[in-house]
């Protein structure tokens, strides 16, 4: 059974940093492409970053490019999310979730609840 | 790039249909047959409902169908059941490695 479970998220101030976890289990984690999306509470998803199955190719959406980096260990069947610069804005709750091909979002976690307030 | 617009609700009553309809541009939507669908009830994660337009994932009803015209995708729901009650939200690929969602459509069973 495929299970994606986040962990990392919690309370910091603005400018501050986090950095989320996502352990995979019941795949072979290093085949596939991995996401990061984000959802405040009682909004819409909204798809935050991208890296291939190697870890060397990353996308990132406009909004946290340049403050947030994932990566991975396949080693560890980890994904990792390091939000830096963190603003009020990016309060939501984090999911991790798993691509199959073509482009779509097969298998998610349960989400990790980050918030930013001073 | 802006989010895929949906309406806000949409409802039927229990073995009614209902289309929720999807739209975006030729950079998404109208670009690729990479449209696909999520279900998420309330404090849970998404689902995926459909990929690629109309394909259904294993273990997902029949019930579930999705279709594309130009630069709009729809999800139909037929035969409601109570347990469809959910927000759905589409998302497309929107090429170069990106994708976008929809904005959300709230399903009520009547």
């Known amino acids: 059974e495929v299970q994606l479970v986040e962990s990392g998220g919690g309370s910091v101030q603005p400018g501050g940093s986090l950095r989320l976890s996502c352990a995979a289990s019941?795949?072979?984690?290093?085949?596939?492409?991995m996401h990061w999306v984000r959802q405040v509470p009682g909004k819409g998803l909204v798809w935050l970053s991208r890296?291939?199955?190697?870890?060397?190719?990353?996308v990132y959406a406009d909004s946290v490019e340049g403050r947030f980096t994932i990566s991975r260990d396949n080693a560890k069947n980890t994904l990792y999310l390091q939000m830096n610069s963190l603003r009020a804005e990016d309060a939501a709750v984090y999911y991790c979730a798993r691509s199959n091909w073509p482009h779509y979002f097969a298998y998610w976690g349960q989400g990790t609840p980050v918030t930013v307030s001073s | 790039q802006s989010a895929l617009t949906q309406p806000p609700s949409a409802s039927g009553s229990p073995g009614q249909s209902v289309t929720i309809s999807c739209t975006g541009t030729?950079?998404?939507?109208?670009?690729?047959?990479?449209v696909s669908w999520y279900q998420q009830h309330p404090g849970k994660a998404p689902k995926v409902m459909i990929y690629e337009v109309s394909k259904r994932p294993s273990g997902v009803p029949d019930r579930f169908s999705g279709s594309k015209s130009g630069d709009t995708a729809s999800l139909t729901v037929s035969g409601l059941q109570a347990e469809d009650e959910a927000d759905y939200y589409c998302?497309?690929?929107?090429?170069?490695?990106?994708?976008?969602f929809g904005t959300g459509t709230k399903v009520t069973v009547l």
């Open positions: 030729s950079s998404d939507v109208g670009g690729y047959n990479y």
């Open positions: 998302s497309s690929y929107a090429g170069s490695n990106n994708y976008v």
């Open positions: 890296i291939d199955s190697g870890g060397s190719g990353t």
């Open positions: 019941g795949f072979t984690f290093s085949d596939y492409w």
